[in-house]
């Protein structure tokens, strides 16, 4: 199958035709001139892909799983709300390099075109994304690293790493 995507970018006004082809087994292949246009294909075709996994992983980084899946997620959404992953990414999304802004801003886009063309796979949780998400959810699986090292470590000493208590102001 092969699709060619046309990505306009708002914040350039640059317009760029972009090759997104799909192997007998799947695989997406994208032939793009430059790295926004790489990345509109990339963001299209994992919309395509998982677009309900892209959807949750957002939801994880920006502690809102409880809201879509219920109250079983709160411990983990307190969690990531205190680390702050959605904040911190909104606020310093300026500082990142006007050429890592076109990249994301470009995925975002194609991740968005996907779900205009095919609204009905957007889970009723679901929801457009955005540029700060993206560095939201990297903040989110680099700490995750960590955290989960540190964990394993807590349970190599006899702790449960698990076990914070719930408290109510």
């Known amino acids: 199958m092969r699709y060619l995507l046309a990505l306009v970018l708002a914040s350039t006004a640059a317009a760029e035709n972009v090759d997104l082809l799909r192997d007998e087994f799947w695989v997406a292949h994208i ?25 949750r992983n957002y939801r994880k980084a920006e502690g809102t799983m409880a809201e879509a899946f219920g109250i079983e997620w709160y411990r983990h959404d307190v ?29 975002c886009a194609g991740v968005n075109r996907y779900i205009d063309e095919h609204p009905k796979e957007l889970p009723e949780w679901g929801f ?3 540029p700060a998400q993206v560095v939201a959810y990297s903040r989110y699986t ?3 690293w960590h955290l989960g090292d540190a964990a394993a470590d807590l349970r190599r000493g006899g702790l449960d790493p698990g076990a914070m208590p719930y408290l109510r102001s």
């Open 31 to 55: 032939f793009a001139k430059t790295p926004a246009g790489a990345a509109f294909a990339s963001g299209y075709a994992q919309a395509e892909d998982r677009l309900e996994e892209l959807m």
């Open 128 to 130: 457009k994304i955005k």
């Open 142 to 144: 680099i700490w995750s």
């Open 79 to 107: 969690n990531q709300r205190m680390w702050g992953h959605r904040r911190v990414a909104e606020e310093h999304y300026k500082d990142l390099s006007p050429l890592v802004r076109s990249i994301i801003e470009a995925y």
